[in-house]
T-cell receptor, first 116, second 111 residues
Framework: DGGITQSPKYLFRKEGQNVTLSCEQN?????MYWYRQDPGQGLRLIYY???????QKGDIAEGYSVSREKKESFPLTVTSAQKNPTAFYLC???????????????FGPGTRLTVL | DAKTTQPPSMDCAEGRAANLPCNHS???????VYWYRQIHSQGPQYIIH???NNETNEMASLIITEDRKSSTLILPHATLRDTAVYYC????????????FGDGTTLTVKP
């Protein structure tokens, strides 16, 4: 059963701690993305990766870091430098990082991070 | 990527067609229009996309104006399960897959 998974669904951390959110896909997609969503708002792009060992900053990358050592995995670390980390985090993948037909993004179920 | 403008909310009666508009007046020639929806606390779900021709699939129809500056997503027979936030985005080669999601339209289907 192909898809994109994120774990855990809910995550609680103390202020000042780094935390890593997992994102795995078995769709053989080249491109992967991380978004942040705050209540009542749309999605904002944090980082994206078009290919293994390469990634680019999105619109709100400050306080976050990523790695793309394997095609199927794109973990996101929320560092202590992120001033307001409590949010809903969504991971997505697409066939390629470019565009064209049939290049829609597939989203995971999300991780809700709460920093206490 | 071109920015999009959508009404913040819409209501629709169950069983009737839901027509969700989107303005993308700065769209460029190689940018596609994509529609997604997000049911509360879940990841967005792809619905449909198009370049310049009208498109239809099992979920919806997409009507793109001739000048491509606006589009309409049509859910032909809305059900209560179609209540969600609908996002219209445009994507093109120049931004290599970056997608900017606005605040979308909250569609409420009422019995």
């Amino acid at each position: 059963d192909g898809g994109i998974t994120q774990s855990p669904k809910y995550l609680f951390r103390k202020e000042g701690q780094n935390v890593t959110l997992s994102c795995e896909q078995n769709l053989n997609h080249d491109a992967m993305y991380w978004y942040r969503q705050d209540p009542g708002q749309g999605l904002r792009l944090i980082y994206y990766s078009q290919i293994v060992n390469d990634f680019q900053k999105g619109d709100i990358a400050e306080g976050y870091s990523v790695s793309r050592e394997k095609k199927e995995s794109f973990p996101l670390t929320v560092t202590s430098a992120q001033k307001n980390p409590t949010a809903f985090y969504l991971c997505a993948s697409s066939l390629t990082g470019g565009d064209g037909p049939y290049n829609e993004q597939f989203f995971g179920p999300g991780t809700r991070l709460t920093v206490l | 990527d071109a920015k999009t403008t959508q009404p913040p909310s819409m209501d629709c009666a169950e069983g009737r067609a839901a027509n969700l508009p989107c303005n993308h007046s700065t769209i460029s020639g190689n940018e596609y229009v994509y529609w997604y929806r997000q049911i509360h606390s879940q990841g967005p779900q792809y619905i449909i996309h198009g370049l310049k021709n009208n498109e239809t699939n099992e979920m919806a129809s997409l009507i793109i104006t001739e000048d491509r500056k606006s589009s309409t997503l049509i859910l032909p027979h809305a059900t209560l399960r179609d209540t969600a936030v609908y996002y219209c985005i445009v994507r093109g080669y120049t931004n290599a897959g970056k997608s900017t999601f606005g605040d979308g339209t909250t569609l409420t289907v009422k019995p």
